[in-house]
């Protein structure tokens, strides 16, 4: 048993499974919204291994229900726990778990130690801010002030950062896969997609494509067996900031492909974003597996894209 207290009248309880950070903040938000007393936990601090990235967040409300990690899943009923305590002093306080922290019962499966900033929220404008940002595609930040206990709205930051005091949190509109292609190879990466949680966007025709679409978030897969119909597809993704651009087909049809940029005026820099032939399989001949293998690729270039 957990020497953290819980209040005897409230049992944790996960209210539903996920790690996506603009479902815990609306979830935040609305629980707020709808005068339920609420805190945003996050993640500040990992000494050695963790589970989670720096930033990660749960929403914890006075009636135990939560959602979000900010661990393995083996420490969030008992942070639920302590996040109660804070709503009934109403005041933010921190929690040190595994190495250093003083609930010895309590060990983190990584081996290190994290340091939670519980933050009882006290007002929601902020989180809406944020969120309705994301919806829009635009990356937002957000900063908590330990001092002030304190959670403002701002300016995306380069990288989420906690420097004892103010916390730098930064969040990105939900990776979208923009698929190209009338194909059965389209339709399984769409349907994997949509089940790993991308925001999709499926385009089979060769209307006008804003560059707008293309933003830093945005993957795109040409899944093609027409090299004329893939190309002002292509030309919309080369001018705009997607974070992926991959193409179907073998090498010499990329040979073809990169002839017929060139005369249209692309650099060798620029064909070079293209991943083709796409995914991270070699030689996949059917169509689930060619959809495992672009969502790897994509998934892959989502981590460590800026």
Known sequence: MSLIQTRPDVTPLMAFMTDDSQQILQYAADSFDASIGTVLVTLVEIRGGAARALGAQMTVREDGLYCGYVSGGCTEAAVAAEALQAISKGNDRFLRLGEGSRFFDIVLPCGGGITLAIHVLRESLNLHTVLEGLKTRRRMGLHYDAGMQSLTASAFPE???????????????????????????????????????????????????????????????????????????????????????????????????TEALVSLGYRQADIDRIKAPIGIIAKARDANTLALSVLGDVAAAYAVSR
């Open 159 to 257: 990288e989420t950062s906690w420097d004892g005091s103010h916390l730098q949190r930064g969040y990105r509109p939900r990776p979208r896969l923009f698929l190209s292609g009338r194909s059965i190879e389209a339709e399984r990466t769409m349907q994997l997609a949509l089940s790993t949680g991308y925001d999709v966007l499926r385009r089979e025709d060769r209307a006008d494509l804003p560059q707008a679409l293309f933003d830093a978030d945005v993957a795109v897969a040409l899944l093609h067996h027409d090299l004329d119909v893939e190309l002002p597809v292509l030309r919309a993704s080369l001018d705009g900031k997607p974070f992926y651009i991959g193409a179907l087909g073998s090498s010499t049809t990329h040979r073809r492909r």
